[in-house]
């Protein structure tokens, strides 16, 4: 009898115990489920967090590169006069398209004259691959640029408050000019005898 009531008892404590382990598991699925939706909802936050920075950095970007630009342009006119390129007229961010409206080129600042056309590229921190990048683009100007260009010689300029290690020597091998900020003031950095490579 001792051994039957024991046995009803381990029994009853069994089922408790099963009826607790249920509730134990609907707790951690709701808990599991109120996780999963908290993450949904923050990955949607942090989603909707990373688009706006991206936004505001792009802004500041194109800003920041517009204020470089107005910075650079007035000077460069000057600079340039005073290597016997005599020019007139000045044009900043001349946007290509393609057939179907897409941009596919940019032109920072092109200085033009009668027999002459400087285009450059204008960045804050000229790096290695913004030259290459503006190479590629002096190599499609006379297509891209058609009505500034037409029989003129063209001539390709860097400008930048500062450049990485070595790619202002890097630029001027290239044939390009290179316009760099010294104490405020740009200026142009390659020797009076420079021969700058025509396009």
């Not at 599991?32 to 936004?55: Q, V």
């Not at 920041?64 to 007139?88: C, H, M, Q, S, T």
């Not at 400008?159 to 001027?172: L, N, Q």
């Amino acid at each position: 009898q001792e051994v039957g009531r024991r046995i009803d008892k381990l029994g009853e404590e069994i089922k408790e115990l099963r009826e607790l382990f249920k509730e134990t598991d609907k707790k951690f699925k709701e808990t599991d489920k109120r996780f999963k939706e908290t993450d949904r909802r923050l990955d949607r936050r942090f989603r909707e967090t990373d688009k706006k920075i991206k936004e505001l950095s792009n802004l500041f970007t194109t800003q920041w590169g517009k204020l470089v630009e107005a910075l650079v342009e007035p000077g460069a006119v000057n600079l340039f006069r005073e290597r016997g390129i005599d020019v007139y007229y000045t044009a900043r961010r001349i946007e290509v398209e393609d057939e179907k409206r897409r941009k596919i080129a940019e032109y920072d600042i092109v200085l033009v004259n009668d027999k002459e056309v400087v285009v450059i590229e204008v960045k804050t921190t000229v790096k290695k691959e913004d030259v290459d990048y503006f190479l590629e683009k002096l190599a499609k100007v006379r297509e891209h640029l058609r009505s500034f260009v037409r029989d003129k010689k063209v001539y390709g300029a860097v400008a930048g408050i500062s450049f990485d290690e070595g790619v202002d020597r890097y630029a001027y091998r290239c044939g390009l000019f290179v316009l760099r900020s010294e104490g405020g003031i740009i200026r142009i950095a390659n020797d009076p005898d420079f021969r700058p490579r025509v396009w």
